[in-house]
């Protein structure tokens, strides 16, 4: 099970400065209304496809609309290697900078 972070601190580790690579698995449209400001985006759809886009030396925050699809994609990146964190709240609840 992945560990889950709060939006609020994700906007605060990006504040500080951290190196963190957050991933967006909603759809384009979705993504199109706003994202965290330099969030890979890969369509939960094309995830499995796209993983080599990915390095299991890194870890990863990911989100999405509501909390859902997140879920799902960590239960995805964590069966194939990779180290994840769950955004809860999704972009929903999230309150930080969009770009």
Do not use: F
């Amino acid at each position: 099970m992945a560990k889950q972070v709060t939006p609020e601190e994700v906007a605060k580790r990006l504040q500080n400065g951290e190196e963190i690579i957050v991933i967006d698995v909603r759809e384009k449209n979705e993504v199109a209304t706003g994202r965290i400001p330099g969030a890979k985006h890969i369509p939960l759809g094309h995830l499995a496809l796209r993983k080599c886009e990915l390095d299991k030396k890194q870890s990863y925050i990911i989100t999405c609309q509501s909390g859902n699809r997140s879920k799902a994609a960590c239960g995805i990146l964590e069966a194939l290697g990779y180290k994840v964190e769950d955004m809860t709240g999704g972009m929903n609840d999230w309150s930080g900078n969009t770009e």
